[in-house]
């Protein structure tokens, strides 16, 4: 998962994309200050760090390797400078206590979260990449969500969609944190259905897969064995599965996860669509362990490591670093795809003109075969 300057950068302007610090007792701040320390970092987009200064100063100093890191403070995201680490400061700063998190770390995280989405509202920033927190220590009566998803859903237009990604796979979710009791009675066609067309939506704009192909996992074990083992299969998912290839979309299955995965069968289908959260994440993290959260479907584009806040490690420098590159990587990948589709689609003339005059051949007209 990269970014390739020579194609992008020259069509459009440099991307500025806000990172949050996440839990600052965990291991998000250190990812992120380790991965822009890498100054090539700096020259594929700019970024605005929403942070504690204290907490900034304390992981920086366990992850200097020769020259120190350079932090540009400023006041607001519009005075953001290009090839420089920029620094919004959060207006409360507790004592950073590395891996123990409390209430305290928790209510850091969700400041320096709501300073990054007011800018995205207002269009200081292109997009946002989360660092991780613990739900236990952030869920209150001022902030009553499970994780970031729903936050972002309730704050930005449209349907928020969990899906995880990698340069393997795709894997996006159902439901996302809820009981495992309780997933049978938020699944019916209906929202399968929309699921998948939003599915689609996003892997058409967001990853420039023009007919996309979406495997959909079964609920019971080996599909329901025709009912034996359960009959979400026959009433709920194959109906949602035909009704959403009537209205469009390539979508296949019931497919049984251990199978799925354990073929490899995986590979054929551009996303996964997995009806709760451990059925996608366990398969998901075991094969790409540097993977990607997204949440799609929202106007704002959001990124995360796909990893916790890791307590155990935090503060000794140990952290890798490469999920959190690979999440800014996806991040402006998405906002290039987004601009680049909504550049052609806009006014689709210029760009069949620019078709005319080359013969194009059948194979690239032809759709995939259902069978294959």
Do not use: W
């Not at 209430?103 to 269009?123: C, H």
């Not at 704002?300 to 916790?308: E, F, L, N, Q």
């Not at 210029?350 to 294959?372: A, C, F, Q, T, V």
């Amino acid at each position: 998962m990269g970014f390739d300057t020579n194609d992008k950068h020259t069509m459009y302007s440099k991307i500025k994309i806000g990172i949050t610090q996440g839990d600052t007792s965990g291991i998000g701040l250190e990812c992120a200050l380790g991965a822009l320390a890498d100054p090539r970092m700096l020259e594929l987009f700019t970024p605005v760090l929403y942070a504690s200064e204290a907490a900034v100063e304390y992981y920086k100093k366990g992850i200097e390797e020769g020259e120190s890191i350079a932090i540009h403070k400023i006041a607001s995201a519009d005075k953001a400078q290009d090839k420089q680490i920029n620094l919004v400061c959060t207006p409360t700063s507790a004592a950073v206590t590395a891996g123990k998190g409390s209430t305290e770390s928790g209510k850091a995280a969700i400041e320096a979260l709501r300073m990054a989405v007011a800018d995205a509202k207002r269009g200081e920033i292109d997009g946002i990449v989360t660092m991780p927190i613990c739900k236990e220590n952030t869920k209150s009566d001022n902030f009553p969500y499970a994780g970031h998803t729903g936050y972002f859903g309730d704050e930005f237009e449209g349907t928020p969609t969990m899906m995880m990604i990698s340069d393997t796979m795709r894997v996006a979710l159902q439901t996302t944190h809820i009981p495992l009791e309780e997933v049978r009675n938020n699944i019916s066609i209906e929202s399968i259905v929309s699921k998948l067309k939003e599915l689609k939506a996003s892997l058409i704009r967001d990853f420039g897969i023009v007919q996309p192909r979406i495997a959909v996992m079964s609920l019971n074990p080996h599909s329901g064995e025709g009912g034996v083992l359960g009959s979400e299969e026959i009433q709920i998912i194959t109906p949602a599965i035909q009704q959403a290839a009537e209205e469009g979309v390539y979508a296949f299955g019931p497919f049984a996860a251990d199978g799925l995965f354990l073929s490899g069968a995986f590979a054929k289908y551009d996303a996964l669509l997995a009806m709760y959260h451990d059925q996608g994440l366990t398969p998901f993290k075991a094969l790409t362990p540097d993977g990607v959260n997204y949440t799609a479907g929202l106007d704002i584009v959001r990124t995360s490591p796909d990893h916790g806040t890791a307590y155990d490690i935090a503060g000794k420098g140990i952290a890798d670093v490469s999920a959190t590159r690979n999440a800014i990587y996806a991040a402006i990948d998405i906002i290039r795809s987004r601009e680049r589709h909504d550049e052609m689609t806009a006014n689709p003339l210029p760009h069949y003109e620019r078709e005319k005059g080359r013969d194009i051949s059948i194979s690239e007209l032809k759709l995939p075969e259902e069978n294959d």
